[in-house]
């Protein structure tokens, strides 16, 4: 059976890492790879990448062997007992892990072929690297708990999607926020849609502080660059990470705007990454370590893409799978 270990860290440009596996069962992969997942150096190479906060298994205090897991119950315990955990979640096709490395959190966890086809909607953007561009001619219909962002655009029944991980404060899950909708709005009509609308507001019961000055902020810059196509508008919103537009950013003064744009020209190690496509824009803002994720999609693309589009909604509201 395929068994799959996962890894998301914001170190990471999209936040994941995925590695497929055989086993007979989540609790047998533990087993099966025992003495590797208790040894400095071969635990990496066996999940596949650098650093995994946390591993080997170890026992610091006795420096005794630790025995392999006889059961899902003492593999919760050796989890939390031998591998540095905030949360441990266990059940027989899934284990989950929180943790954290003293700046950011982050998660791992071991899932089997039978967890994936019984939550398709969970975890089927960690097998989506590269996220497709495809498109459907019709919308998404389907109603999302999301946060409305206003004014509405006037493209009637379309909306458009802005997801975001961000980090803040030494975190990262504990700022993920529901999705924020511009309704009336497309990917090739966010130009215009920022441009023509004077302030872009959302409820007061909005927690999403930050998300709200991001979306802010990529609206002043559509204006500030009035000549500029799609592309080159993600291109300068990537140049600045989420934490300097949060300490630097007004509304009202351009001029700073274009100040800081200047100095991170001279500075920017070229490390974002940005994917613009008709309907899908996909933006990895690099700074210091760590990578701000950014998914904007509309409704031609969900509707294409319907269980990824409910994965990603998931993705970036809870470390959760």
């Given amino acids: 059976m395929k068994i799959y270990f996962i890894y998301r860290s914001a170190y990471i440009p999209n936040s994941r890492h995925i590695k497929a596996f055989e086993a007979n069962s989540v609790l047998d992969w533990f087993k099966d790879n025992w003495p590797q997942l208790n040894d400095e150096e071969a635990y990496s190479g066996l999940l596949g990448t650098a650093h995994v906060y946390g591993f080997p298994f170890s026992d610091y205090e006795g420096e005794q062997p630790i025995s392999e897991p006889s059961s899902l119950s003492d593999l919760q315990d050796k989890i939390e007992k031998y591998v540095y955990s905030n949360e441990v979640h266990t059940q027989e096709h899934c284990i989950e892990v929180h943790t954290d490395d003293d700046e950011i959190e982050l998660m791992w966890a071991v899932f089997d072929e039978i967890y994936v ?11 989506n690297d590269e996220l497709p561009v495809s498109f459907s001619d019709t919308l998404f219909n389907e109603e999302i708990d999301s946060e409305k962002v206003s004014p509405e655009g006037k493209e009637s029944g379309c909306r458009t999607y802005y997801l975001s991980s961000s980090i803040y404060d030494s975190g990262n899950f504990d700022d993920l926020y529901k999705p924020h909708v511009l309704t009336g709005v497309s990917i090739p009509g966010l130009l215009d849609y920022f441009r023509n609308s004077k302030d872009i507001n959302t409820s007061e019961d909005d927690e999403s502080y930050y998300r709200k000055t991001e979306i802010s902020y ?3 810059l559509c204006k500030l660059y009035p000549d500029e196509d799609l592309k080159e508008i993600i291109t300068a919103f990537s140049k600045i990470n989420f934490a300097e537009i949060n300490d630097n950013f007004d509304e009202e ?3 700073k705007t274009i100040e800081l744009l200047a100095e991170k020209e001279g500075t ?3 490390k974002s990454i940005t994917k613009v496509s008709d309907h899908l824009i996909e933006v990895m803002i690099y700074w210091s370590e760590f990578y701000d994720y950014v998914v904007i999609f509309d409704d031609y693309w969900a509707n294409a893409h319907p269980e990824l589009a ?3 909604f998931y993705f970036h509201e809870t470390w959760e799978v």
Avoid: H, I, P, T
């Avoid at 086809?117 to 097998?127: G, L, Q």
């Fill in 218 to 220: 990529l609206q002043q």
């Fill in 310 to 312: 409910r994965s990603l």
């Fill in 268 to 270: 920017s190690e070229g």
């Fill in 253 to 255: 003064n351009m001029d």
């Fill in 117 to 127: 086809n019984e939550n398709k909607e969970k975890v089927s953007v960690w097998f």
